[in-house]
C-alpha cells in the first residue's frame, strides 16, 4: 500500500533552515508528481511546493518563493523540501501527497505530517 513518511521537523529561530524529508513506498515513485503542503492551526491546508516526476519542473506558493526548494532523489524514493530564511508565519504541520489516477478516479494519498516551529 502507498506510504508516506516526513521527517525533519522541529523548532528553529527565525532566520534558521530545516530540509524535511517524505520517503514514499508502496508505489512507482518515479511517475508521480509530489507536493508539499502545510496547516497551521486554525487555516486549512495550503500548497507550498511540487515537483514532476522527473523533477524537471517545481512550482512554489508566493510566501515561500526563493526561500525553500523542492527537490527530489527517485533512487530513493524520497522528497525534500529545503526551507531556508523561515519565519513564524512558516511554522506548521508539514505533509507530503501523492496524488494518482486509479479507475475510480484521483486519489490522494498523504503522509502523516511533521511540525515545524519557528520560534526566538
Known amino acids: 500500500q502507498v506510504q508516506l513518511v516526513e521527517s525533519g521537523g522541529g523548532l528553529v529561530q527565525p532566520g534558521g533552515s530545516l530540509r524535511l524529508s517524505c520517503a514514499a513506498s508502496?508505489?512507482?515513485?518515479?511517475?508521480?508528481?509530489m507536493s508539499w503542503y502545510r496547516q497551521a492551526p486554525g487555516k486549512e491546508r495550503e500548497l507550498v511546493a511540487a515537483?514532476?516526476?522527473?523533477?524537471?519542473?517545481?512550482n512554489y506558493a508566493d510566501s515561500v518563493k526563493d526561500r525553500f526548494t523542492i527537490s527530489r532523489d527517485n533512487a530513493k524514493n524520497t522528497v525534500y523540501l529545503q526551507m531556508n530564511s523561515l519565519k513564524p508565519e512558516d511554522t506548521a504541520v508539514y505533509y507530503c501527497k501523492s496524488r494518482q489516477a486509479t479507475f475510480l478516479g484521483p486519489v490522494d494519498y498523504w503522509g502523516q505530517g511533521t511540525q515545524v516551529t519557528v520560534s526566538s
Open positions: 515537483i514532476t516526476s522527473a523533477g524537471v519542473v517545481t
Open positions: 508502496g508505489f512507482t515513485f518515479s511517475r508521480y508528481a
